[in-house]
């Protein structure tokens, strides 16, 4: 695949009806043939990667066994819809127990890097916010084929929200509605990477599904109460000129999950890769940075390019001076290292319109 994203097709939209009341009423209509059929991909190409090498394959085993005997993989609601999905889609290639470990990837997986671009813009021309997020993660191909467009609808018919999902996964990774748009970034952490919590994806569609969260200043309140089970990083967008932040979150003392929260300059932007800032009491977990310009990107591991991809970005933003964003988005995000080889995923979201669009690496 080269350096072109398509948008979605339309017929990949789909409803999620997360106010019914059991599992198989709520996924409903992603038990198409083509969404198992994309599941199947997606869950093939992610168990190869974990059982690639004769330890992850030990591990694969046994590992997401004793995690459900320890409940760690279990969610309120969510845990119900995994094992769903797991007879619905999965029962010829993985457990119960298997799949739940796959629905927390962000958390078990956090050894294993990947690189995230977000940024938030306030966009003179339309007099709003604009939130534009790269979702790059290993298994590129079969994330791009399994994307879906989810809208998530109350009991009443009404839209709760909606956000660039992925067939078969019941948290969530880039979502938009009632006013604010949210993002999750990989944060660097290392081994041990993985405490007490919830997954980052279940606790971004708890935020999206609590009705009373109705605005940027109630999420950003919401998000900084956060118990994240690893270090993540968010971006939140809203409507008005100064509602964008960055959240940073780490393990402090006693191992307890603390948040450092930055929010837009007025009129401005913000851009969050994969890196802690300079300031912040975890800059130390980042890796070694590559910014020559002439390096080559393919080469380097992508935690490497994180400081050079947040310049690109700052760079071309600075330039645009709050016009033309989408053309800068688009040239900016197509260029390496911010595209990169685990790109799947373009978002582009404003709030203000309940505007979500998604495009998909072609």
Same mark, same amino acid.
């Given at each position: 695949?080269? =350096? #072109? ?15 019914a ?12 043939? @083509? ?37 760690r ?11 769903? /999905? ?6 010829t ?5 298997q799949?739940?470990f ?15 671009? #977000? ?40 839209? +709760? ?30 081994w ?19 009705? +009373? ?13 956060w ?42 932007? /913000? ?14 977990? =980042?890796?070694?940075?590559?910014? @020559? ?11 490497s ?19 033309? /964003? @989408? +053309? ?9 290292p911010?595209? =990169? ?22």
């Amino acid at each position: 695949m080269g =350096n #072109s994203v398509r948008p979605l097709d339309p017929a990949h939209d789909r409803i999620v009806d997360f106010q019914a009341g059991t599992p198989e009423a709520i996924w409903a209509d992603l038990e198409r043939d @083509d969404d198992r059929h994309a599941a199947h991909g997606l869950a093939k190409a992610m168990i190869g990667l974990v059982t690639e090498r004769p330890a992850g394959r030990i591990a694969w085993t046994f590992v997401p066994a004793i995690l459900r005997a320890l409940g760690r993989t279990d969610h309120p609601r969510y845990g119900a819809e995994s094992d769903h /999905l797991a007879r619905a889609f999965f029962a010829t290639q993985a457990s119960a127990a298997q799949v739940a470990f796959l629905q927390a990837q962000y958390s078990y997986a956090h050894i294993a890097a990947s690189a995230c671009t #977000s940024s938030v813009a306030w966009d003179e021309e339309r007099g709003s916010m604009r939130h534009f997020r790269s979702l790059d993660w290993r298994s590129t191909e079969a994330i791009a084929v399994a994307t879906r467009r989810k809208i998530f609808r109350r009991k009443d018919g009404t839209r +709760a929200f909606q956000c660039a999902g992925i067939a078969g996964m019941v948290g969530r990774l880039t979502a938009m509605g009632r006013g604010f748009s949210v993002a999750i970034n990989y944060a660097p952490w290392g081994w041990f990477g993985v405490g007490r919590g919830d997954d980052p994806t279940y606790l971004l569609r708890d935020l999206m599904q609590a009705d +009373a969260v109705d605005s940027f200043a109630k999420a950003f309140a919401a998000i900084e109460r956060w118990r994240p089970a690893a270090p993540v990083f968010l971006t939140l967008c809203g409507i008005g000129p100064e509602e964008g932040a960055s959240f940073e979150f780490g393990f402090g003392a006693g191992k307890r999950m603390t948040c450092r929260a930055v929010t837009v300059p007025k009129r401005g932007f /913000l851009v969050r890769s994969n890196h802690f800032d300079p300031e912040s009491p975890f800059a130390g977990r =980042n890796v070694a940075q590559a910014l @020559d310009p002439a390096t080559d990107w393919e080469r380097q591991s992508l935690m490497s390019t994180s400081q050079r991809r947040r310049d690109m970005v700052e760079a071309a933003l600075r330039q645009a001076q709050g016009r033309g /964003l @989408d +053309a800068a988005f688009a040239r900016v995000y197509a260029q390496a290292p911010v595209w =990169n080889r685990q790109t799947a995923q373009w978002g582009a979201m404003r709030p203000a319109a309940d505007e979500i669009e998604i495009r998909v690496r072609a």
